[in-house]
């Protein structure tokens, strides 16, 4: 099922943990007003994976600022968790592009970097992120530096740090972006399994059509700047989700509107 532009989404799933209704949004260079959102309408509901895909410089980026307080809207409006009062701080946990591990830190004590800024028990946080190092592939390198880490392993290193934070929404800026085909692959499967444990709010934002669709359950296509919603599209693919299924009829038909959406605007 699609959504163009324009329509209503109330229709969709309900208690939404991210809403963003008609968010305009525009700086100022070279002294004139360079518009970057336009009235851009988005939800994401507990529990839910969602995407977010567009050329690039359209203001995918500036969106996941607004949400997270770093940057204020110039018209519309976003509620986190229903209310309106709630500061981004205690529901939003944010993993920009790069992984920001801190290098002069070890691998155990970067991931739990957030809950020591929140000023929880330090070493409860620590025997929470030991338990949890053979789900993030991490076992055996607690003590390790980021140095010594490849490129999937900082990112898991950064996406658990992320999950640690005990936020209700993540998002998250283009984490694979960097990585190799392959690696890139195996952390896509990767991460729907530790998502599937946690089944926290993911916003994800991301340049590939085929990870868009393979990890989400629906996914947003901006237009070119100033972004609006070109296509609001509900993936309905069975979970869970077999890597094979990109090369499936159903898969290759939403591949598709996607593709129609990017190129007709």
Known sequence: MSVTAGESINKFKSDPVVLMEGVSKSFMVGGKPLPVLDGVSVRVSSGEFVSLIGPSG?????LFNI???L??????????AQNEDLRAAEVVS???QKDLLLPWRTVLNNVILAREVAGDDRAEARREAERLMPLFGLA???????AGLSGGMRQRAALMRTMLAR?????LDEPFGALDAITRTKMQRWLLEVWDKFRQAVFFITHDIEEALFLSDRVYVLTPRPAGVALHLEVGLPRPRRYECVTDADFLA???QVMQ???SV
């Open 58 to 62: 359209c203001g995918k980026s500036t």
């Open 67 to 69: 949400i997270c307080g």
């Open 71 to 80: 940057e204020r809207p110039d018209g519309g409006r976003v509620v986190l």
């Open 94 to 96: 944010y993993m920009p």
């Open 140 to 146: 055996g390198f607690e003590n390790s530096y980021p």
């Open 167 to 171: 936020r209700e929404i993540l998002l």
């Open 254 to 256: 939403l591949k598709k």
């Open 261 to 263: 959406a990017l190129t």
